[in-house]
Nanobody, 125 residues
Framework: QVQLVESGGGLVQAGGSLRLSCEAS????????MGWFRQPPGKEREFVAG????????YYADSVKGRFTISRDNGKNTEYLQMNSLKPEDTAVYLC??????????????????WGQGTQVTVPS
């Protein structure tokens, strides 16, 4: 079992930046492929970014490529999402997720075993 707790969300103006953190407890995250998802109001949960156990393989949704950076610090048991050049369409609840699997289907919510509660990011238009 692993518990995931996100932090760092908030209200930010368009063009601004935020850094989300996802701290794990109960088990070391080095055993997990990690991801970030988001759920905009009234919409389905969607993939944002994924990172392999070593950090050597990283994947992004096209909508955030070049603006967001996923990273992990296995020593601190924490995953991060640096979000730059934020847009109103980035408004969503952001959730971190972990899977003991290979992460082959990193873009699918069904591939993940554990989820955090989420942190709200709001970018007013």
């Amino acid at each position: 079992q692993v518990q995931l707790v996100e932090s760092g969300g908030g209200l930010v103006q368009a063009g601004g930046s935020l850094r989300l953190s996802c701290e794990a407890s109960g088990r070391t995250i080095s055993t997990f492929f990690m991801g970030w998802f988001r759920q905009p109001p009234g919409k389905e949960r969607e993939f944002v970014a994924g990172i392999s156990r070593s950090g050597n393989s990283i994947y992004y949704a096209d909508s955030v490529k070049g603006r967001f950076t996923i990273s992990r610090d296995n020593g601190k048991n924490t995953e991060y999402l640096q979000m730059n050049s934020l847009k109103p369409e980035d408004t969503a609840v952001y959730l971190c997720a972990a899977t003991l699997g290979s992460g082959r289907n990193y873009y699918s919510t069904y591939d993940y075993d554990y989820w955090g509660q989420g942190t709200q990011v709001t970018v007013p238009s």
